[in-house]
């Protein structure tokens, strides 16, 4: 299968490295300059140094170029540039099948990528969102990986992964494209939290704690957004989940534990060099949940942290003094 892979980051780059051995694939990044990089040196130095890549991977500044004779395009850009690729997308007048893998809620607006796609691409019957948990580094080193693919066509879900299956890439197919969204996005806020309790040495026990409550949050407003319980409990879930709170690999992770050490948001950032996804959806998980009247509790602490400046040992404080209730969803 031809594939187009927009977004030249790590995990584009992951993917792009690990579907080559199967499919004919384009990677295009927007940066003409990053083009440059990948062409001169064969490696993503910027973003995704220790991998060379194929030899079979063409790469491209040009969206044109890269969706001729394109049978799937691929979006893996972080969810701040997803509506500005689809636009992009829009301009070159091809009716492409679309899957992204971009997780979180844009700024400002509090949207889910599909609810994007809707806007932009309102006529977009082939498309559908890939998520699950999965570090760039194991994906592109060929190590077993699961992931789910949702989109309200089943047949077409079925046929994507029928192709992007693999012994090391299994791919399960869902049609909750509301809950695999909300998992892979409210995980990442939940996984600060997680780093920050690891950075204060509150042990093992604090963790699981703040993973299972912080399971019931995603789900709690998951539900309430319309995405079905099934699958919080399954890949896109509480195996993203699972992933990222516990994984060194994981960006948000690293950020908490940097809160923790009480370096500045600014700073903590700047060291990153990569999208931290969770710190830029807090806000908007954060204000979801008022307008639903869900209690997000672990939510609010990480927005306090990001958003006021309150110290993160004062943040896990309010946690723990919470009052004692029944453990419901």
Not at 13 to 22: E, G, Y
Not at 131 to 145: H, I, K, N, Y
Not at 154 to 181: C, P, W
Not at 279 to 308: W, Y
Request: contains cysteine.
């Amino acid at each position: 299968m031809r594939l187009a892979i927009l977004g030249a980051g790590a995990w584009g780059t992951a993917l792009a490295i690990n579907l080559s051995a199967r499919h004919q694939v384009t990677l295009w990044t927007k940066d003409s300059n990053h083009l440059s990089e990948l062409l001169s040196s064969r490696i993503n130095l910027s973003f995704f140094p220790d991998f060379p890549l194929p030899d079979n991977l063409y790469l491209t500044a040009s969206l044109a170029e890269a969706l001729e004779n394109t049978e799937l395009v691929l979006i893996v850009v972080p969810v701040s540039g997803f509506g500005e690729t689809l636009h992009d997308l829009v301009k070159t007048c091809k009716k492409t099948p679309v899957i992204w893998g971009c997780k979180g809620f844009e700024s400002g607006t509090a949207k889910l990528p599909h609810q994007i796609v809707a806007e932009v691409l309102p006529d977009q019957l082939s498309c559908g969102v890939i998520s699950g948990p999965s570090f760039a580094v194991e994906v592109a080193r060929g190590l077993p990986t699961a992931l789910t693919l949702a989109s309200e066509d089943e047949n077409f879900s079925r046929e994507m992964a029928s192709q992007l299956h693999s012994k090391n890439l299994r791919i399960y197919t869902s049609q909750d494209v509301i809950g695999v969204e909300t998992g892979g996005a409210i995980k990442n806020v939940i996984t600060i939290a997680a780093g920050i309790s690891d950075g204060m040495g509150y042990g093992h026990n604090a963790r699981a704690a703040l993973i299972t409550r912080g399971l019931m949050e995603i789900t709690r407003l998951g539900l309430a957004l319309g995405g079905k319980m099934e699958t919080f409990m399954g890949l896109a879930g509480v195996g993203d989940l699972l992933l990222t709170c516990t994984g060194d690999l994981s960006r948000n992770r690293r950020v908490g534990l940097l809160l923790a050490a009480g370096k500045p948001l600014s700073g903590i950032l700047s060291e990153l060099g990569h999208v931290a996804e969770g710190v830029h959806t807090a806000s908007a998980v954060l204000q979801l949940g008022r307008k639903f009247n869900v209690d997000m509790p672990i939510t609010e602490a990480v927005c306090k942290i990001l958003l006021e400046g309150m110290p993160a040992r004062a943040a896990v404080d309010m946690l723990l003094n919470r009052e004692p209730k029944a453990e419901i969803y």
